[in-house]
């Protein structure tokens, strides 16, 4: 197989997405003979990786509600030979599969943005046999904290009391503290084997690099500009840059921590 035919192959998982994949990977009682599910697959990780590492025994199934990730992992498992990964379309909240199936059910920081949890959740329960292990991995509320706290006095200082509210608000939708994440699992039938917190850091030559990076410019800026009046998005935003580089002057580079839980659970 020619270089040219294997690009499309290469860079499965983003940076981002690593230091919880990893943590995902060796949660993983890895078994021969059941069935897989991924929820929420973005780019084909974990569900190439497990379907290898699990060999061709088991069926490694993904579900993600956007057609580009499905045309994306369909040319990457096409390109890497992988015949036991299937790729469909669909949501966390009605997963389309029946009942007790699956032995082993991840999700890499994917529950994070599904629209109902407990609903997600409880399908997870439906789906899983009697035994089956669930991990899932999501980031915490501090992510980013150094950014937010920039973020929230730069709207104080503009007098946007109501915009401090939604950036509160934002911060609450995506990221769930890890007492509630533990309470509306174990509501939904699953026992919890271990809960596993952890984190990293992101570190940038500055706050203009930060907020210039391809991964935040495409994966968070525009719900961070949604919070604003659309004639102050340009004006904060610089103030944001200009504070997080003169906090970078001072520190030697701008580190952003990421707190993350791993949950291995499993259903009784």
Not at 60 to 89: H, L
Not at 110 to 131: F, H, I, S
Not at 213 to 219: E, G, V
Request: hydrophobic share 40%; net charge negative.
């Amino acid at each position: 197989m020619s270089a040219h035919s294997l690009l499309p192959s290469y860079d499965d998982l983003p940076l981002w997405s690593a230091p919880f994949g990893l943590t995902l990977l060796e949660t993983v009682r890895m078994k021969t003979g059941i069935n897989v599910l991924d929820l929420g697959s973005g780019g084909g990780f974990p569900l190439l990786e497990l379907a290898e590492r699990m060999g061709k025994t088991c069926n490694v199934y993904g579900i993600d509600p956007s057609p580009d990730s499905i045309a994306m992992i369909t040319v990457k498992k096409e390109a890497r030979n992988i015949g036991n990964a299937r790729i469909s379309k669909g949501v966390a909240e009605k997963i389309p599969f029946p009942d007790d199936y699956f032995g082993l059910i991840v999700s890499n920081n994917g529950l994070n943005n599904v629209q109902d949890q407990e609903a997600a959740l409880g399908e997870c329960y439906r789906v899983a046999a009697p035994g089956a292990q669930m991990v899932l991995t999501m980031n915490l509320p501090h992510t980013m904290t150094e950014f937010y706290e920039v973020f929230e006095v730069t709207l104080e200082e503009a007098g946007l009391e109501e915009e401090i509210r939604k950036m509160h608000r934002h911060i609450d939708g995506k990221r769930k503290p890890v007492e509630y994440l533990k309470e509306i699992i174990l509501n939904s039938g699953f026992n919890i084997i271990s809960i596993n917190i952890d984190g990293f850091k992101l570190r940038y030559s500055d706050g203009s690099a930060f907020l210039d990076h391809s991964f935040i410019r495409n994966n968070f800026r525009e719900s961070w500009q949604a919070i604003l009046p659309g004639n102050q998005v340009e004006h904060v935003f610089a103030v944001i840059e200009s504070k997080l580089n003169t906090i970078a002057a001072e520190k030697g580079g701008l580190l952003l921590s990421v707190p993350f839980v791993c949950f291995d659970c499993m259903k009784p």
